[in-house]
Every structure is written in C-alpha cells, then in structure tokens.
C-alpha cells in the first residue's frame, strides 16, 4: 500500500510539474512572441539599433523577390512602424502606429477575430482601427475621427485625421493601449514615405528553421544594405529569461525525479527489510528462491502498475483543471509577457507525451527499484532472516 | 523400527564472532519414524543450531546428517530447498506464517509449490483443521487467531504435504498453559495416531513431560538421551 501510494505521488508530481513546464511562459513567450514579431523579420541595416522611420526602407521588388525565392519561406508581410500622437477631444496619447498589409496582417496574427466593435481594415481604406485600452482613454468610438500628429519621413511633419473603423482587443494590456492599426498605404501617405517599410516579416511554418532562414536570407541579401534576424536576436533579454527559466525547469525536474527515486527506493527498501523474515519462511519451508524473486518482482511490478495507473487517473483531472483555469501570473515576469501580447497566465498542457515520458521515467525507477529485493532474496540468510 | 535421521559426529562451529563457539560439537544421534523427541537443555546450548542442522538450514562444519541415505550437507541450495519441501515440516516458535494469506492458504502454501491440485489440497486442509481443532477459521488472515490458533495453523502447515519428519523450535515458547496442552495434545494424538516423527527443541517442562524420549544437549553436547516409553 506504502509502495503503490509513493509511486502514485511520484506520478502526480512528475507529470504535474511537466504540464505546468510545459505550459509555462518559457514556450508560450517563445511561440506568441514569434508569432506576433515573426520569427524572422528583415530591416535597412540601422534600424534595430535605431528605430526611426528615417532608417527604414523603400519595398525593392528585387529584394522582395530574392527573399520569397528561399525554399521554406511562404511570403512576406510589409510593416511601416512609428510613433505618433493621437489626439481626441481633451485626450492626448503617445500610439504606436502599425501600417500594415491588412489581410496578411490578420492571416498571421488573427486580427480580424480580436475586433469587438465596428469592422476591420481593408487595404485601401482611409481608415483605421485601434486598441480597445486606447480607444477608452481617447473616449473615441467607431465612426469618431481621431487626429494624429509625429514626424513623418526626413523631417517632414505628419498630420491628419482618420475616422475609426474598429476596436480591437489586443490580448497585452500594454500594447492594447497604444496600438493604431492602418493599411500599409495610408500609413505610407500619412508619414509621407512612399514605398516606405521599416520592416519585412518573413513568413513560414517552422520555427525549428528560424535560424537557417535567417542565414538563407542573410546569404543572398546585400548584407550592406540589409539585415535578417531572428526573433531572438530581437528581443535578447526575454530569451535570456526564458533561458533561465528553462534550466531551472530542468534542475527542478532533476531534483523532483531525484526525490521520487528516494521516495520509492526508500519505501521498497524499508517493505523489503520487513518481509524479509517472511521470505525466509518461504525458503526455509521449501520454496525456491527463484521462485521466490520471480513472484516479488511480479508484486513489485504489479504494484507500481497500479498506482502509476492511479496517479495518471488522478492527474488528468488535476492537469485538465489548471489548463481550463490557468495561474495568473504577477511581477516582472506578467508585465513582460504582457508587453508581447501575451496574457500572464499559466495553464498547464494536457499532452500525451508528458504523461507517456514521465510514466516511463517513473517505471525505469520503479522497474530498478524492484531489482533490490530480488538480490536482498539471493543474498538472505535464512537462519538469520528467521530469527529477525 | 526405520532410521529417518542418522547424525554422525555432528560440529558446528561460528567463527564470525570474536571467540569462536563451538555451538554443536560432535553430536551423532539417530531419529526414529514415529518419535516425539525433545532435545533439551538451557538457553544457548546449541538446540537452535542443532535443529537447523537437521533441517538443512544451515550446514556443519564437519560431520553428516544422513536422512533417507542422502547426507543432506552434500546437496545444492537449490536441491536442498526442494529437500525440505518434499521431507521436513518446520515449526516455528514466532509461527511465523505469512500474514497476507488466510488460515487455509498457509496451510496450502507448501501443497501449492508441490503444486497438488485443488481437490487434493481442499482434501488435507480440511482434514487436518479438524484433527488439530480449528475448522471455520480457514479464512481468517494469522493477526485475527490468537497465539494457540496461529501455531495449529503452523502445525497444518507443517503436516500438510505429509513430510517424513516435523522439526519444531520451542513450539510452546509464546503459549500460555491451556494452549501448550491443547497443542501437544494435537501432537501427540498425530504422533501416536498417524505415526508422525516430531523433533522438539524446548526447555518448556510441559513439553519435556509429554515427550517419549527426552536428548539432553549441554554446551553442544549430548550428555544424556533418555526413552521413557
Ligand atoms: N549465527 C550465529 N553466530 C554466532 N554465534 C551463534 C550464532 N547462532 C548461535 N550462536 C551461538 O551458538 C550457541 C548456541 O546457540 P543456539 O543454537 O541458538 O542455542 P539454543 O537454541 O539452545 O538457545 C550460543 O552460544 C549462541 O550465542
Ligand atoms: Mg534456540
């Protein structure tokens, strides 16, 4: 009974702490962060290390065409990036203007299905559409038309009024508060930069690729002109934290898997030390200690199989509820995740691999935790068993 | 009379602890079919040993224990094991039965590593819970029989594949006086009935008193063997 509830324990903890590792915001920050930057984006040389619109660059069909002609790549989407006030009523606020290509937008990170009011862009609207956290503050409402006011391209001033077409609810707080959304051409009119993008976003399925694209593209741009980078590249620090994270993941594993084999090593030991007399018994009155380690490795596996079969059924359950209703998450971490658009929240995953891996884990430890009685039978002295 | 245990010279000597004791030293003696012997003498004066010897349990340092014209300390582990199984009855004075099995199943237990069959086995168990007077409580596990019971179920168990002699090491140390003669009274009956050979180790003077032969052990050595029938 010992045994079959430590390895049920050992169960629930090992697979537990997986789903929630693997749920964590190391991989969610990973996956979304990729998603919403792309995995690899293409700039004018200067731009990341100075992000004006002045180091931005006018779309070169040629270099266009030389990016799309690499293998894994799918397609580009265009983004004209800058900043600008924006100005409703009483209300001022520094945005962050995204002029994008709308469709392409919203095939790579599902704007469209985020608007909670009013329609989305088209390509060659006059419009525009923003963040619902922005659209409060500004007190402006579909229909209404919102003055914008920055630096255009080489110094030229930028001002206008756009009417809303929509509201969109951006998943990060941060973002959904300072985001306007407008079709690549306006923007492109708006900041006076015909032809004008400050970045190229590369699109294609695989993230396991990102570093070979990047390089692919990096080979056959003019790399005094151009520079391809991957995601990592671009937001260093998170992936330090992400690293980080991931290794103390993996000490806490090994820590965890280590205390589970002392758990079930010492539950094994101390069953076996009091049966010992028992077993002695057994051979003294004629039974083979063959037999007898055969019949023992078939309770120990026996027992191990039923409670790594009730630490499963008492995980799913566990797991299935921390994924329907994640921890939320506080602090530096939260406020990070949320500047990439990504709620600060941590559900667990409910994935067959963890359960299939951490199962297999626990029965290799149980499987050698079940060879000790078998030697502690082959070495037993019977008389000294028997007298206990 | 036929021979089941011929001893000759028997020695036993541990060299494990600091002064070497010489635990049997040159014992020979010979066993009887239909004895009910005691081996006797004090605390520490080599009857634990000298059973196991018998037994198999432990080997001699020199000397024989010739049972059926096999000196048993020449076999294998493994054919000695089989030995026992197929020869010797062992009870013990803790009972030592195995605590997750029922009455009945203690009882089998040696039947089933003969691997008689169920008829067979349902047969003897249930004829020797009526001769030794624990009929009904076959399914009842070792830690719900009082002390009495527990070492009637051993006695079974002992008896149950029809060994050629039953070794009992203070068999009565644990039982109270009502018990004790509830159980030599079974052994007795069995021994005088069934002619079943028992060896005893005990210094319990109700047992002494019931024995037919009484063998006198004094720091490993028999110094007196006495038959009283
Ligand atoms: N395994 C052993 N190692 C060393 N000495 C032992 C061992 N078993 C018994 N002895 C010693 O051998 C002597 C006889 O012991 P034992 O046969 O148990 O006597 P009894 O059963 O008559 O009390 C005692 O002095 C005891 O201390
Ligand atoms: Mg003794």
Redesign the interface.
Known sequence: MITISSVTLAVVLAIFMRSFQEGSYGIMVETAVGKFSGYVQVHQKDYWNDKTIDNGMVVNEQLIKTIKNIDEINGVNLRLESFSLASNKMNTKGTMIMGVEPAKEDAMIGLKNKIVKGEYINANDQSIILGSGLAKYLDIDVGDTLVLLGQGHWGQSAINAYPVKGIVKIPSPVLDKQVIFMPLLLAQSYFSFENGVTSVVVIFEDPDYTEEVSAAINAVIDTTQYQAMTWQKMTPELIQQIEGDKAGGIIMIAILYMIIAFGVFGTVLMMTEERK??FA?????????K?LMLISFYETLMMNLVGIIAGILLTIPIVYYYKVNPITLTGEMAESMEQFGIEAVLPTVLDFNIFLNNTLIIIVITGIAAIYPLFSILKMN??KS?R? | MKTVIEIKNLQKTYTETAVEVKAVNGVSLIFEEGEFTAIVGPSGCGKTTLL?LL?G??APTSGQVIIDGIDISTLSS?KI??F???N???V?Q?Y?L??VLTAKENAE??MQ?QNKSKVERETRIAELFKAIGIEGKEDIRPSRLSGGQQQRVAVA??LA?KPKFILADEPTANLDSVATSELLDIMRKLNEEENITFIFATHDQRVIDRARRVVYLEDGVVTKDELKE
């Open positions: 007399r028992e018994v057994m051979v003294s009155i004629g039974m083979q200690k037999k019977v008389i028997l206990g | 196991n037994g349990l432990d493994r094991i089989d026992r199984m197929k010797i009855g062992f013990f803790a030592n195995i605590p237990f040696i590593l168990r002992a594949s």
